[in-house]
């Protein structure tokens, strides 16, 4: 399995016997216009396969000049002629693993499960993805499973060690809720295909996700117990959350495992669950104590599924681009002013913020390294979410009044930004 498939959020399922109004190629350039991520082809109905090929040949070149990507539901056949690298695989389709082996290992690969037991199966096989549901249930088949619902979709997205992706009736107003127990996203057929206008309704799920995505807080604290001149990391980090950090990330690199997990237990007993708690290049502490997950730059051979929020470290455009293909959930760019903590390394400036920014395809930037109030500013105006400090917080002399003074920083800076034409 590749472990940079772009997998995408909003999976736009293409249908013409529910509708007539549009073709699957017209469907497709109308999904990918309102900023779909992967567009799936599906045709039921006993079409000669010539005609497949033909269709999901068009249906690529229509979407060809945006960053959506085609796959092909349950015909590997039809992929493989069409040049098309993905395909979506359901129950009574062909073996996954044989399909891997045709499509070669950086296609796109899904499979379908429509419960814990056949999920738990599924994600043994080489898919890069789960396509799970019906959470709310379906119209668009005749003889639908059962609904397995947001409690059963967390419950398998916490179980399988791939991304999920939500399907079975989501709405707008649903998506909220399928990404908060953990669906990496979501696969649409009528909400989309049924709509008025298509496109339309694909941008409103977008923003949707877009929303959730960025709920992201903009002021993180990253901890080095090292720099808080000799009171306790537990205190000074709980003062900090008092004071108004969002989100907290534990970047203790020489701490034993024993320590380490005593304080991030105390910081969970400690700290509001709405502050986001997240454990730097561990993944087996993300996934046992149900904490958030922050990678170094182009670390990539982690399995992340069911770890509610995933971060990495970014410099470059080409790690920007590692990071967005991996699917993390906010990008961290630095170090972006001189610091102390870094000696003889200049900063990348702000100017990086915006050389970076399309490639992460509207994931969210925070910048790093020599933050202070006075420039928050910059950053922000170049396009950052926010901001992630270390030393400007943790070696404070009152960490409460400093945590004030960058949050009514980013606060009044935002509220310009977005004044601004």
Known sequence: MSRTSPIGDLHVITDTSLQDRFSHVELARLAAAGGASVIQFREKRPWTTRALVKTASCMAEAIQETSARIVVNDRT????AAAIQGVHLGRD?????IARRILGPDALLGGTANSFDEALRVAEQPVDYLGVGPVFGTRSKADPAPPVGLEGLRDIVHAVRKPVIAIGTITPDRVADVVRVGARGVAVLSAVVAARDPEEATRQLRQKLDTCRNALPPLMLVTDRRATRGRALLDVVVEAVAGGVGMVQVREKDMDDHALESLLLDLKARIPAGVPLLINGRP???RTLGLGLHLPAGRTDVDVSGIPLVGMSVHDVEEVETAVRFGVHYLVLGTMFP?????GRPGVG???IAEVKCAAKGIPILAI???TAGKVESVLRAGAHGVAVRSGILSAADVKAAVGVLAAALKLEAGVARSEP
């Not at 389709?93 to 693993?97: I, R």
């Not at 610091?339 to 000696?343: A, L």
Request: proline share 9%.
């Open 369 to 371: 390294g020599g933050i």
């Open 339 to 343: 610091t102390s903590s870094k000696p």
């Open 284 to 286: 087996d502490l993300a």
């Open 77 to 80: 056949d039809v992929a493989v």
């Open 93 to 97: 389709d062909l073996d996954a693993g």
């Open 350 to 352: 702000p100017h990086r």
